[in-house]
């Protein structure tokens, strides 16, 4: 079975730059999560979407970032404009239910902005 | 909210056994997940418990739970080189949204 699927894998864009990150959760799971990686902060859980609907967005940092789930199997976390700080590996995450089934992670995708 | 502590880093010879440990706040956890980052990958799950469980054993791999102090730990027999990276634990619960609250991982060193 495929995994979670995120696109791009790397990301180099300058600063003030619209991106768009893409995530393709499992087959049948129900829930999808975006986080975001650094150094500093660690694993921060950015927005939580169960049946394609925001459940809590507490974790996005601010206007600038937006996620959608138009439907089951596609999810964008989008960035406007973005910033240098915004540099990070941001993975996508799914989950089958809203149990206690694990997530599964993307490989992520690894953005810079210059 | 949950908060989840690991330590940042271990370092352990080949052939002998790490352990990594995991401290939770909420007594209500009712999922806990050890999940392993290679370099340049996602999170993998390599194996979780439920709270009605104080042990779980998977080939090289033992979770211990200890519900009283709230800690949590994993146990990795024969280490070997392949196993370097870091480990996640992450703690969910029951209720209605069933937040998973992932702590900030442990660094593993396997010396050769």
């Known amino acids: 079975d495929a995994g979670v699927i995120q696109s791009p894998r790397h990301e180099v864009t300058e600063m003030g730059q619209e991106v768009t990150l893409r995530c393709k959760p499992i087959?049948?799971?129900?829930?999808l999560f975006w986080y975001r990686q650094t150094m500093m902060r660690g694993l921060e859980l950015l927005i939580y979407f169960n049946n394609n609907v925001p459940i809590d967005d507490s974790g996005m940092p601010e206007d600038r970032f937006s996620a959608k789930m138009p439907n089951a199997s596609f999810s964008t976390l989008k960035i406007q404009p973005s910033e240098p700080r915004d540099s990070a590996v941001y993975f996508c995450?799914?989950?089958?239910?809203?149990?206690?089934?694990?997530?599964?992670f993307g490989d992520g995708t690894r953005l810079s902005i210059l | 909210g949950e908060d989840v502590e690991q330590s940042l880093f271990l370092s352990v010879r080949e052939g002998d056994s790490s352990v990594i440990n995991c401290t939770y706040t909420?007594?209500?956890?009712?999922?806990l997940y050890w999940y392993k980052q290679e370099p340049g990958a996602g999170l993998q799950l390599l194996t979780y418990i439920f709270s009605n469980m104080d042990m779980k054993q998977d080939q090289r791999l033992t979770v211990l739970l200890n519900k009283k102090d709230k800690h949590l730990s994993l146990r990795i027999a024969d280490t070997q080189t392949g196993d370097s990276a870091i480990y996640f634990c992450?703690?969910?619960?029951?209720?209605?949204?069933?937040?998973?609250?992932f702590g900030t991982g442990t660094k593993l060193q396997v010396i050769p």
């Open positions: 087959s049948g799971h129900n829930s």
């Open positions: 995450a799914s989950r089958r239910g809203t149990g206690n089934q694990p997530q599964h």
């Open positions: 909420d007594s209500s956890s009712t999922y």
């Open positions: 992450a703690v969910g619960n029951s209720g209605g949204y069933q937040k998973v609250t």
